[in-house]
């Protein structure tokens, strides 16, 4: 027996009508989803014809890999710092998306980040067993179940903003949990610490058109000493992409921070100043910086399928210009 599955809507397709291709969702209680069905066709392969794509797509995935394998390399030397450097999250619920994502973060952060701690603010709404796991792992923890002015929720995703509060951290990334810390963004970064600008922005998809993304900023002691007191003074933390009108409305304004910022940027950069394209090339599977992973480890393919695939990167945003995906 075999079945149709669509990458789109995550579904089964299982209904047309008009222009309309209807399908039943892969997980319990997910609600149907559609797509146009001039987007569906189909195609009959013979046996030479599979084996040949099979062959065509590991020799990518062979070729992509040693790429990856030179910026680790590059990564694993680079010099020791006296700096205090964090990687900042936010964490709140038992959704895996995020709780698998961020111990996953934890796991890949010693490689992709050496030298640098990576600290997670939380409330008492996250299972036990993500916490214990995350000790075992060398992560701070810091527990906001009782930090007055600062309630949970969705407004948890301001938590990780108080990074640049902190006084006894000379560098700090904030990050979203359900992304994954990659070569890419850590070869960007080493970018910006060379550069001396206080702060750093990155753009990686044609949807991070903005100053400063939730999870792809950073920087120095003292370049949003007050972030505390900004926070608890905002209030729509509990509207959904409220963090993203406070970086841009609070923080990116600032003249102190106009003055000294860097951002590497793939698609945006002749918009915004002192934009620079990343310092690598796009890996083959499209996966960029800020990228979306659900509980199970599938990236949110819609992300690329929908956006990236026939987007051209603009020649000033890219490292070379046959770097087409930036």
Avoid at 191 to 213: F, M, V
Avoid at 225 to 230: G, H, I
């Amino acid at each position: 027996q075999t079945y149709l599955y669509n990458a789109r809507c995550r579904c089964h397709p299982n209904v047309r009508f008009g222009t309309v291709l209807r399908g039943h969702g892969d997980t319990p209680g997910r609600p149907a989803d559609a797509i146009e069905s001039a987007r569906l066709s189909l195609r009959v392969y013979d046996a030479a014809a599979l084996q040949s794509g099979r062959e065509e797509r590991a020799a990518r995935a062979a070729a992509a890999r040693l790429p990856i394998a030179q910026q680790m390399a590059s990564i694993a030397a680079f010099g020791s710092s006296n700096e205090v450097r964090v990687i900042s999250y936010g964490l709140y619920g038992a959704n895996t998306r995020y709780t698998i994502g961020v111990i996953r973060n934890a796991e890949l952060a010693p490689v992709v980040y050496p030298g640098w701690k990576m600290r997670v603010y939380h409330d008492r709404s996250v299972p036990d067993e993500v916490l214990s796991t995350l000790r075992s792992l060398s992560v701070e923890l810091v527990d906001m179940q009782a930090r007055r002015g600062m309630r949970g929720g969705i407004g948890g995703m301001f938590w990780r903003f108080l990074v640049a509060a902190d006084e006894s951290v000379d560098r700090f990334i904030v990050r979203d949990s359900d992304s994954r810390l990659n070569p890419r963004e850590s070869l960007a970064v080493e970018a910006w610490i060379q550069s001396g600008a206080k702060i750093h922005s990155l753009r990686d998809h044609p949807n991070h058109d903005r100053p400063l993304n939730g999870g792809m900023w950073g920087g120095t002691k003292g370049a949003v000493p007050d972030m505390a007191k900004l926070v608890r003074g905002w209030s729509n933390r509990e509207r959904y992409m409220g963090d993203l009108d406070f970086l841009n409305q609070q923080v990116w304004p600032r003249p102190s921070v106009q003055e000294s910022q860097i951002s590497h940027d793939a698609y945006s950069c002749k918009k915004y100043p002192n934009a620079h394209p990343f310092p690598t090339r796009r890996p083959a599977d499209y996966q960029h910086v800020g990228q979306v992973f659900f509980g199970d480890g599938r990236p949110r393919q819609g992300d690329i399928d929908d956006f990236m695939l026939n987007v051209k990167s603009p020649r000033k945003c890219r490292g070379d210009k046959s770097w087409t995906s930036g």
